[in-house]
Structures are given as C-alpha cells and as structure tokens.
C-alpha cells in the first residue's frame, strides 16, 4: 500500500541529506584548493628566492 506521507518523509530526508553532503564537500573542495594554492606559493617563493637546482 503507497502512503504518501511516509514518501514525503523519506523524499524530505533524502533531500536533506543530499545538501548536507554537497555543502560538506564544497567546504572540503575549498579547503583543498586554498591550501593547494598555499603550498605552491611557498613552493614558488622558496625556488626563487634560493639558488637554482641543478638539471
């Protein structure tokens, strides 16, 4: 038997959880590229400013 109260709760929580998760790996996305692009200006800092490496 089809209840549709119980499909709108499970569709709402489903929902829900669908945000939750999207918002949770943007923030980590963020967080990976900001300190991505940290280290490779301490990268780019530390070459420039010392002497070259050989090859």
Known sequence: IFNPVA???IAAVL????IVLVVF???????????RAQRREERHL????GPRPPG
């Open 15 to 18: 929902l829900v959880l669908g």
């Open 25 to 35: 790996l943007a923030s980590r996305i963020r967080r990976f590229l900001r300190r």
């Open 7 to 9: 499909a709108a709760v």
């Open 46 to 49: 530390a070459e420039s400013g």
